[in-house]
């Protein structure tokens, strides 16, 4: 079993289920956890088994301590076990059991972390899903990378993952988009447009398009009425949006396998569309009525209403609130495409829907735990995960607006300066709720305080170690077996140790839905590759090469070549390249 944390959880567990209390009693075991000790001197692993069962047994915790012990001291991989505080029970492991799990990284090559968690299960991860107005701005960048990293994650883990982008393109922005596009037509007819009015969006994205049409249509879209004209320009302007999307988000490393228009649930097909027929559905489960809101709390919401309207009864199901369907004036409100959206998704046997959102759309979370009910039953979860602001700085000064984009900075701007990987990595070194400052001077320099640059030397240093060994000894095997049982070092130990955390963090950054454990992980094994380097500096009989001992190298190597898969292998959840050299 490659999860160690796991392996020792279920040996604990039988142990406890072999007893004659339990046979005769039974009892829950699923709070019993395996953790690492908060102090790494007091053990490899601990359990809190004895705290668990305290509660069932009327037992003092330390009393079922001193016999689990007795038990784990019939371990052959046990050298200690020591009680700890009220009950804990720390677990001292034997070399040899290291030693060992090295050669299991090794055998499992890049399978090595991932495991069944996911056990197939149909996930879809919505994320991006910026109004098809213009550039992606640096907003957008970090719901994409935690999306995109998330995706990553969950395939990793066992999952059967879409990626889905949802395109707002059926609201009244579109039409602002297209006015604005029209403007710029006619200013690429030769017509002094002066300046932008108000509530158009003015951003020089626009020219080339504008452009465009000049050149494919001439004078003749100036020449017909708005009601002609619109619909054309509506068309045009969201096919070259959702194309500059596309390549913004292909610059970033960033993929979807669906891209779901919000226009087909307005569709009629026949004498219904597909918003009508889930209003359908929830009205067939008695949550649709009609009736009246009273004003929400704080920032009124643009589709409330002080009339009778078509309501959904989302209190019956989780809501705080009761959540308009129709308007008074017939139109459909943003959450009957929601309620569509979410039974299309459903439809396509997706028992679990992630949303990854801006921290503004905090008021969705609710609404859509409670339409997930509804539409399942029960049987399907919406989890929104919100990405807080992202607030750019250049040596610690904030960076001005775009010209471009006539508002913001764009994604494009941050990622041809710094990178991909420095743009991907940064983004996931927060957890997606806290506000995060990203300073271009940071993260270009190169220095242990710049996250991206100190994993990614990492993963250079481990190849620049076997190229040395290969050119110092050339009649070595690289290749060959190895005798990790050599490995005797406590800083060697350290290290494998350290990687057998792996299996156990993806496993847990893929429950909580939290990829960013994996940016920190491997900034944590990172640090303890460079430690363990930097101690051979001092003491020679340390280092990975040694000419006059040809086992002791090809296990030192063993040790190298683990540590740069599982960093390789966390870089490629974090969507970022693990060099082999870096100047």
């Not at 077996?481 to 050599?486: E, H, K, S, V």
């Not at 939290?514 to 992980?521: D, G, L, M, Q, S």
């Amino acid at each position: 079993m490659a999860n160690v944390f796991t392996m020792f959880e279920h040996r604990i567990k039988k142990i406890i289920e072999d007893s004659e209390i339990y046979q005769e009693n039974g009892f829950d075991l699923s709070r019993v956890s395996i953790e690492s000790p908060r102090d790494k001197a007091h053990g490899d692993l601990a359990t809190n088994a004895a705290m668990v069962l305290a509660k069932p047994l009327k037992q003092n915790p330390s009393a079922i301590a001193e016999k689990l012990v007795l038990a784990l001291d019939d371990d052959p991989d046990v050298v200690s076990a020591d009680i700890a505080g009220p009950g804990f029970i720390n677990l001292r492991l034997t070399e040899a059991f290291w030693t060992n799990h090295l050669d299991h990284i090794l055998s499992q090559g890049d399978a090595y972390g991932g495991d069944a968690t996911g056990q197939g299960a149909k996930v879809n991860v919505e994320y991006v899903s910026a109004n098809p107005t213009g550039p992606m701005h640096v907003g957008h960048c970090r719901g994409a990378v935690v999306g995109d990293a998330l995706a990553n994650l969950l395939e990793f883990a066992g999952f059967d993952v879409t990626r889905e982008y949802y395109i707002n393109d059926a609201g009244g922005q579109i039409e602002v988009l297209a006015r604005s596009v029209f403007l710029r037509y006619r200013e690429a007819l030769g017509e002094d447009i002066g300046s932008i009015p108000e509530g158009l969006y003015p951003g020089d994205y626009l020219i080339p398009l504008g452009q465009e049409l000049a050149q494919k249509h001439g004078a003749a879209l100036a020449e017909m009425d708005e009601s002609a004209w619109l619909p054309l320009i509506k068309e045009a302007s969201i096919d070259a949006m959702m194309d500059l999307i596309r390549t913004d988000l292909a610059a970033l490393g960033v993929r979807h396998e669906v891209f779901f228009s919000e226009r087909d649930l307005h569709h009629q097909t026949g004498d219904s569309s597909a918003i009508s027929k889930a209003i359908s559905t929830l009205e067939e489960k008695g949550l649709v009525y009609r009736g009246t809101l009273p004003p929400p709390k704080g920032a009124v919401p643009e589709d409330w209403e002080d009339r009778e309207q078509l309501l959904f009864r989302s209190t019956d199901v989780g809501d705080d609130m009761d959540r308009a369907l129709m308007k008074s004036n017939g139109d459909f409100t943003y959450f009957a495409a929601d309620v569509a959206y979410f039974k299309d998704k459903f439809d396509r046997q997706f028992t679990e829907m992630i949303f990854v959102l801006g921290a503004d759309h905090g008021g969705y979370v609710k609404r859509m735990e409670a339409l997930a009910k509804a539409i399942s039953g029960g049987s399907a979860r919406a989890t929104i995960r919100l990405c807080q602001l992202v607030k750019l700085f250049r040596d610690g000064e904030p960076i001005k607006m775009s010209k471009r984009s006539g508002e913001f900075v764009t994604l494009r701007e941050v990622v041809d300066e710094v990178g991909r990987d420095a743009v991907r990595f940064m983004m996931l070194y927060r957890k997606n709720d806290a506000p995060l400052d990203f300073d271009f001077a940071k993260v270009t320099e190169q220095s242990k305080d710049n996250p991206v640059f100190y994993v990614q030397y990492a993963h250079a240093r481990c190849h620049s170690v076997l190229r040395q060994a290969a050119a110092d000894m050339p009649d070595l095997d690289l290749d060959a077996a190895a005798d990790t049982g050599l490995l005797v070092d406590g800083g060697e130990l350290d290290l494998v140790r350290k990687m057998a955390e792996f299996p156990r963090i993806v496993d847990s950054a893929a429950r909580t839905h939290e990829p960013h454990r994996i940016a920190f992980y491997l900034y944590e094994l990172s640090s303890q590759l460079h430690a363990h380097w930097n101690r051979g500096r001092d003491k020679p009989g340390l280092r990975f090469i040694h000419q006059e001992n040809a086992k002791l190298t090809l296990a030192r190597l063993a040790l190298v070549k683990a540590v740069s898969r599982v960093i390789a292998k966390g870089l490629a959840i974090v969507g970022a390249d693990a060099p082999v050299e870096m100047r």
